[in-house]
T-cell receptor
Framework: EDQVTQSPEALRLQEGESSSLNCSYTVSGLRGLFWYRQDPGKGPEFLFTLYSAGEEKEKERLKATLTKKESFLHITAPKPEDSATYLCAVQATGGSYIPTFGRGTSLIVHP | KAGVTQTPRYLIKTRGQQVTLSCSPISGHRSVSWYQQTPGQGLQFLFEYFSETQRNKGNFPGRFSGRQFSNSRSEMNVSTLELGDSALYLC?????????FGPGTRLLVL
């Protein structure tokens, strides 16, 4: 069974204080790993897709990296508007395209 | 391209009633998936439709059903509502591997 564990559950940062969110996964074969940002009461917003170990993608202050067992979402010099819940999901090879989601990391950035 | 749209955005129903939610995917996307999101359970997969056929189904009771039309628009229906059905219902459309979510429908069952 595919599993996704995100840590920490909650993270409080000061503006400008860089940090990383972790997504550990267990899957028979990885088709893709996805990162989403979700604001309260809204649908998840797609951020990145990573396909293979060693791959990295960047968008503004966010950088996602992937190894064979986990992914990190690095946030550099965060701003209060980066406050949100960040969700990770994995999609396995073979079978359905339905991703398995983690429970998310709630990030609060204080000014 | 316009994003995924969902209607209505908010609903209040009472126990025992039924509800129908609608989702219009991104133009050209043929796959539509539905999810239930609650604080306690997180994002849970309901079902996926592709070209008007249910391709995958999650572990939800038969009270939850859906369908997809020839224009890829999708509806989900929940019959005999229970208090525990209160949640944010999310629709996601995809063309290949990446899913794009709509804003969701917030359902409150009283």
């Amino acid at each position: 069974e595919d599993q996704v564990t995100q840590s920490p559950e909650a993270l409080r940062l000061q503006e400008g204080e860089s940090s990383s969110l972790n997504c550990s996964y267990t899957v028979s074969g990885l088709r893709g790993l996805f990162w989403y940002r979700q604001d309260p009461g809204k649908g998840p917003e797609f951020l990145f897709t990573l396909y293979s170990a060693g791959e990295e993608k960047e968008k503004e202050r966010l950088k996602a990296t992937l190894t064979k067992k986990e992914s990190f979402l690095h946030i550099t010099a965060p701003k209060p508007e980066d406050s949100a819940t960040y969700l990770c999901a994995v999609q396995a090879t073979g079978g359905s395209y339905i991703p398995t989601f983690g429970r998310g990391t709630s990030l609060i950035v204080h000014p | 391209k316009a994003g995924v749209t969902q209607t209505p955005r908010y609903l209040i129903k009472t126990r025992g009633q039924q509800v129908t939610l609608s989702c219009s995917p991104i133009s050209g996307h043929r796959s539509v998936s539905w999810y239930q999101q609650t604080p306690g359970q997180g994002l849970q997969f309901l079902f996926e439709y592709f070209s008007e056929t249910q391709r995958n189904k999650g572990n939800f009771p038969g009270r939850f059903s859906g369908r997809q039309f020839s224009n890829s628009r999708s509806e989900m229906n929940v019959s005999t509502l229970e208090l525990g059905d209160s949640a944010l219902y999310l629709c996601a459309s995809s063309e290949s591997t990446s899913q794009y979510f709509g804003p969701g429908t917030r359902l409150l069952v009283l």
